[in-house]
């Protein structure tokens, strides 16, 4: 029999000392590697990708892509990572940590707290982390990740023309093309609010991307968004309620 498998850790932090001093302490832990360190949430997602780590020990607050945000991106891979939050004491952040049953670590990390989180480390659910967010341990989400065969492409919210629902899937429409995520239009409406307006039971559309408002000669109205060229049918239900609100 051969020597088990070390647990292969990835260290996220902007703060180089937060990064050496875990680098430290999981030297000290028996049968664990650390494969890399990331400087932001973006960092990480392109080093698991690369380095397919088992554990990603991922900093709450960070400029830019936060923790919380990359730790959603990460659940959307085929075989996530198993994530334990680092953050300084916040009674707000530890307190939703808590009653979602995520692991974290408060700042600053003893070896005995780290070495028992690595041992009961598990996978995320969705779940899990939507509660996080809801929370208010994070803010919404940047971009909306989609799962490719080279890993996830990250599509920045603003770009997002609309969101179709079909069964299992939503196809997520973006100036650079199309892709399918697993979120479901309620979880997308409620998380990124008035932004994006509803205009059927299965199709959000990015307000910023509306152009106008058109009715054909059976009284059917549509909505013709910036650089789609098919316009998108609008629900007899919601067509008053987006006359009113945009005067389009």
């Known amino acids: ?96 940590f808590e009653a979602n049953a995520v692991g974290y670590l408060l700042k600053p990390v003893r070896k005995e707290q780290l070495a028992a989180s690595l041992m009961r480390a598990g996978r995320l659910t969705r779940a899990q982390l939507q509660k996080l967010a809801a929370a208010g341990a994070g803010e919404r989400r940047t971009h909306i990740a989609a799962r490719h065969r080279e890993g996830l492409r990250l599509i920045p919210i603003e770009e997002v023309q609309y969101f179709l629902a079909d069964q299992k899937y939503t196809t997520v429409r973006h100036v650079q093309g199309q892709d399918l995520i697993e979120d479901s ?40 968004l910036r650089g789609c060229e098919a316009p998108l049918a609008v629900s007899r239900r919601m067509a008053g309620e987006l006359k009113e609100r945009f005067r389009i």
């Open 1 to 96: 029999m051969g020597a088990a498998a070390k647990l292969k850790v990835l260290i996220v932090d902007d703060e180089p000392p937060a990064r050496e001093r875990l680098r430290s302490l999981l030297t000290e832990i028996a049968d664990v590697e650390v494969v890399g360190e990331a400087m932001s949430g973006g960092e990480a997602l392109t080093h698991t990708h690369e380095l397919s780590p088992d554990v990603v020990l991922l900093d709450v607050r960070m400029p830019g892509m936060d923790g919380l945000e990359a730790a959603r991106h990460l659940n959307v891979l085929e075989e996530p990572p198993a994530v334990i939050f680092t953050t300084a004491y916040d009674t707000y952040a530890v307190e939703a």
């Open 185 to 224: 239009l309620r979880l997308l409406e409620g998380e990124f609010g008035a932004a994006f307006v509803r205009i059927h039971r299965n199709a959000l559309v990015g307000v910023k991307h509306l152009e106008r408002i058109e009715r054909n000669a059976e009284g059917q109205h549509f909505v013709r």
